[in-house]
């Protein structure tokens, strides 16, 4: 298999390993800070808005990277072995005649994992805002367009799919946010 610093001359193969390297390092140190990594993020953000309310265009610019976020939280938020599949089997299962093969027990505790995990979603998220935020620059990007419509369009589709995301959640009795390590009375025995 070709490596991308076979192709490149030695000077920038080396100067790209070394930025890989530093960028990696970078990533493994900011994994322990949740909140500042989450306030970086937020940040991006609230300068893209800005930019983009200040600067009265590139509203699809802005629209793209809401749909984005939207598709990497509902990511976030599903499970990564989809309940509803593994119901489906089940029943194709009952179905062949096959119910007493090796069926798993509803009651058991399964640890929820998540499709995409909380570290990537930041990093996908940060990426994109930073991305947004350097074509909110770009005169080609700034596609005139009626924004009311573009928001009204986001609104409904926001509201829809978490609408089917949260009744996916309540039929297969699942919550995808940790509500804490549970807490006892110290008097109770």
Known sequence: MDNI???LPS???EKYVRSRA???KLLDQSTPHLYARWALCYVLVFVFLLRIFFSEGWYVVCYTHAIYMLSLFLQFLSPKFDPSLEQQQQDEMVEDGLQGVDI???DEFRPFIRRLPEFKFWIKATQASLLALICSFIPLLDIPVF???LLMYF???FSLTMKRQ???MIKYHYIPFDLGK???NKGAK
């Open 5 to 7: 610093t076979d192709r």
């Open 11 to 13: 000077i920038w193969g």
């Open 22 to 24: 530093s960028y990696q």
């Open 104 to 106: 798993e027990d509803n």
């Open 147 to 149: 924004w009311p419509i």
């Open 155 to 157: 609104v409904v589709l």
């Open 166 to 168: 949260i009744q996916h």
């Open 182 to 184: 549970a807490k006892y």
